[in-house]
């Protein structure tokens, strides 16, 4: 009888003490309990959120809560902040992917509480201090690459006549043709603003290298993900790997969700 007062008195310690904690620390304990179902998208320069429509599809599917910034393109700090406004929509914890000038973006956003894995699509993954166009430069540039020159007002568009050979060999030319009318055009001062913290350095990521990338050099992606201990997957794809395999992408998406749940 001793033993079973004792057992229940501690039991209800331990209830107490976890529910004080949950009051105080909100958010945190309450994470700790969920799976991660919270994907939001960070698309990157010369594109837009709709690109990643296959792979919202797939995720969705699985009962994934899927959402696609759209980021403005127009400063890194403005893109950190169109970033956070929807993670901070999100009613739990989050994997945060970034494709091409995304990884930038999602490198310096994800330092938010509610992130708890980062996807790298070849994408740029900067240490503190470097900028995108630093790392871009590493390597020579395919001959197929079409990025342009900033024009006269600083801002950066892909070169329409090699956006399918250099964007996006895997699609059809027709749907190549139509991202490069519709291209998202981005001011230069992306390309050289440094990151201030790498949210890697933190927290798990993922990297995906397109193997035949003409935009970002494949070689680049993989040093980047290596430097940022990322664990690397390759995919035979061009610079648009999320619109041409977009099962394979979503595979480590969901790889990081399930990972980071098995982690809380």
Not at 4 to 13: A, C, E
Not at 66 to 86: G, H, Y
Not at 214 to 240: F, L
Request: proline fraction near 5%.
């Amino acid at each position: 009888m001793k033993n079973t007062l004792l057992k229940n008195k501690l039991k209800s310690g331990f209830i107490i003490a976890i529910t004080a904690l949950s009051t105080t620390f909100g958010f945190s304990i309450q994470a700790s309990a969920q799976a991660v179902k919270n994907i939001v998208v960070v698309h990157g320069a010369f594109a837009d959120g709709s690109g990643f429509k296959k792979v919202f599809d797939i995720l969705t599917k699985k009962g994934y809560n899927v959402s696609i910034v759209q980021n403005p393109l127009t400063s890194l700090k403005d893109d950190v902040d169109a970033t956070n406004r929807i993670v901070d929509q999100q009613n739990g914890p989050v994997i945060l992917v970034g494709h091409s000038w995304g990884g930038a973006v999602i490198t310096e956003a994800g330092v938010n509480q509610k992130v708890v894995g980062l996807v790298y699509v070849a994408a740029f993954a900067p240490d503190n201090g470097q900028t995108a166009g630093q790392l871009i430069s590493a390597l020579p540039p395919a001959p197929e690459n079409g990025i342009l020159p900033p024009d006269e007002k600083g801002i950066v568009y892909y070169d329409k006549a090699k956006f399918h050979a250099g964007f996006a060999a895997d699609l059809s030319k027709a749907d190549a043709d139509f991202m490069a009318a519709s291209q998202g055009p981005i001011f230069v001062q992306c390309f050289t603003a440094p990151i201030t913290e790498a949210a890697w350095k933190n927290k798990p990521s993922y990297g995906i290298v397109a193997t035949e990338d003409k935009a970002i050099n494949p070689e680049i992606e993989r040093n980047m993900y290596k430097h940022a201990g990322a664990k690397i997957t390759e995919i035979k794809g061009s610079h648009a790997v999320f619109i041409s395999h977009p099962d394979e992408v979503a595979k480590v998406i969901i790889e990081a969700a399930e990972n980071a749940s098995k982690a809380k």
